[in-house]
């Protein structure tokens, strides 16, 4: 098998990583995670001030992103169940609802659970809604030609981080770890892991505690995100030198404004002989150069977005009378 292909099946999606799982915690805490995640922060149940509609509304979006997190491979009703902390009958009669909707398939051979037709629809009303991928992409493509291995670009929405570019290196071996549009719980990668860093410790805490149980089927505690997210506070990128496949590792950085804003993450993924301590500095160096031109570039972007804002917004001058016979 090439290996390239081989290494992009190791990766099909969190909902592969959640095979084998069995069951959920305790109600009282299961109820709590039934709470849909609204950028990062549970929001109040029906009976804490929400309507029963609204809640509805909530509990279907949060279905529909743990779905998403299967791509292609698809998710088991399972576990959706252990990953959003309600009941079978509860997610069932939401993805029943969803897929008549044509917004959830169902893969009538593995039973699993996959993005329908109707949102990739809706997605292409707003296919620009991503301006920093259009202008990170050539220097992306110039570290992927530099270092030889595979870049990503991932954001942080919400309690996840999201894959939304990806460019090939020239090496042979190229290590397909995530496909684009792929989710992940914060902490649960290189990419997630600096974009928590680059938040208030507190919220970082928060987003990672409210992650706990989708951490937990990706085998990370949440002592152990938090630690590492203080080592990438502190040295400013996310190592690890075993990766989401065996015999990878991946290293990743933020990209930052240039006013301490946060824009995204870049990470490589690479054979682990490719980023071994040795060469790694090297590699973080480059990776950081394309880092200050892609926040350079956003700064200039965003500086004349706002020059013809103001242009738009300026009062016009009265029309001159017309000249009567």
Request: glycine share 8%; with cysteine; hydrophobic share 40%.
């Amino acid at each position: 098998m090439n290996a390239s292909r081989a290494a992009e099946s190791g990766a099909k999606g969190a909902g592969a990583t959640a095979s084998g799982v069995k069951g959920r915690r305790g109600a009282d805490e299961g109820a709590k995670r039934a709470r849909a995640i609204d950028d990062g922060v549970e929001t109040a149940p029906a009976s804490e001030g929400s309507s029963p509609g609204v809640q509805s509304v909530r509990r279907a979006l949060a279905v529909l992103r743990l779905v998403a997190t299967g791509q292609e491979h698809g998710v088991r009703l399972t576990d959706i169940a252990a990953m959003s902390g309600l009941s079978r009958p509860t997610v069932h009669r939401l993805l029943r609802v969803l897929m008549e909707e044509t917004a959830v398939e169902q893969d009538a051979t593995t039973r699993r659970y996959l993005v329908g037709h109707e949102l990739s629809l809706l997605g292409l009303a707003r296919a620009d809604r991503f301006p920093l991928r259009a202008i990170a992409e050539p220097y992306l493509q110039a570290l992927a030609d530099e270092v030889g291995d595979t870049v990503f670009l991932s954001m942080r929405h919400g309690a996840d981080s999201v894959c939304i570019a990806r460019h090939l290196g020239n090496h042979p071996i190229q290590v397909l770890s995530i496909n684009l549009g792929v989710r992940r719980p914060l902490g649960a990668s290189v990419s997630g892991i600096v974009l928590l860093a680059s938040l208030e410790p507190g919220k970082a805490e928060q987003l990672t505690r409210a992650n706990a149980t989708r951490l937990a089927l990706q085998q990370r505690s949440v002592a152990d995100v938090l630690r590492l997210v203080r080592a990438a506070r502190e040295s400013g990128h996310a190592y690890a030198p075993h990766g989401v496949m065996p015999g990878t590792a991946a290293v990743a950085v933020p990209i930052d404004d240039g006013r301490g804003q946060v824009l995204g993450a870049i990470s490589i993924a690479a054979l682990a002989d490719r980023l071994e301590r040795k060469r790694l500095p090297a590699v973080l160096e480059r990776m950081r150069q394309q880092v200050r031109l892609i926040g350079r570039r956003h700064a200039e972007v965003q500086a004349a977005r706002a020059r013809v804002r103001r242009r738009d917004e300026r009062p016009q001058p009265p029309s001159p009378p017309k000249n009567r016979p």
